[in-house]
């Protein structure tokens, strides 16, 4: 069965660097999303992506964030200048649509990111 | 907006026994509804939708949940509980006129399922 991957599974960072977060979506999908969990608190949305443009965004998703989807494949997540309060699990997801059977959203596993 | 309440943050219940996890929802719309599961240290995995139709909706793993308008709830249950069923359980909802294109699930805080032999 198709799945969302996502790469690293865990990332350690130091306040202010860059980090990139790294998703390949199941490969007919044409919907991709970012979410995000800090730990104990519930799952948030972030930003939502579509035909390369952003669809949807969150309070959240401010400009030290910024998606991508580089090639036919991947679709990242870079945060530009990481803070304290980014340590999250950042989950990636995809859907093949939006509406009826098509918008289920299929997660992946999940990047762990620690900000020291 | 749209929000989604689950009141319980763990539920104990003894393998075989029927399960609940309760779910309400705010929209202003109709609702789309989700259930979700996540096992420790892995994704959500995703386990049955309401969209329109029936109001009882089957999913994976042998869950099923009803859609109760008038008590705007989304209440995911099992008749026989697993202790494999022990999880942490997410409902989430959509309002489809609020969110567009975007698609947006608001979560609710989950609920830990704990099934005792």
């Known amino acids: 069965e198709p799945e969302v991957t996502q790469t690293p599974s865990h990332q350690v960072t130091q306040m202010g660097q860059e980090v990139i977060l790294r998703c390949v979506p199941i490969?007919?999908?044409?919907?991709f999303y970012w979410y995000r969990q800090i730990l104990g608190q519930k799952v948030e949305f972030l930003v939502s992506?579509?035909?390369?443009?952003?669809?949807?965004k969150s309070e959240i998703f401010d400009d030290q964030f910024s998606v991508e989807r580089p090639d036919g494949s991947n679709f990242t997540l870079k945060i530009r200048s990481t803070k304290l309060e980014d340590s999250a699990m950042y989950f990636c997801?995809?859907?093949?649509?939006?509406?009826?059977?098509?918008?289920?959203?299929?997660f992946g596993p999940g990047t762990r990111l620690l900000v020291l | 907006a749209q929000s989604v309440a689950q009141p319980e943050d763990q539920v104990n219940v003894a393998e075989g026994n029927p399960l609940t996890v309760k779910c309400t929802y705010s929209?202003?719309?109709?609702?789309?509804l989700f259930w979700y599961v996540q096992y420790p240290n892995r994704g959500l995995q995703f386990l049955l939708k309401?969209?329109?139709?029936?109001?009882l909706v089957k999913g994976s793993y042998g869950f099923e949940a009803e859609f109760n308008k008038s008590q705007t709830s989304f209440h995911l249950k099992k008749p026989s509980a697993l202790v494999s069923d022990s999880a942490l359980y997410f409902c989430?909802?959509?309002?489809?006129?609020?969110?567009?294109?975007?698609?947006?699930?608001?979560f609710g805080t989950g609920t830990q399922l704990k099934v005792e032999l």
């Open positions: 997801a995809s859907s093949f649509g939006t509406s009826g059977s098509q918008e289920t959203q299929y």
């Open positions: 490969s007919n999908h044409l919907y």
């Open positions: 992506f579509y035909n390369n443009e952003i669809s949807e």
């Open positions: 929209v202003s719309g109709n609702p789309y």
């Open positions: 309401y969209i329109t139709g029936d109001n």
């Open positions: 989430a909802v959509r309002d489809p006129i609020l969110t567009g294109g975007g698609n947006k699930l608001t």
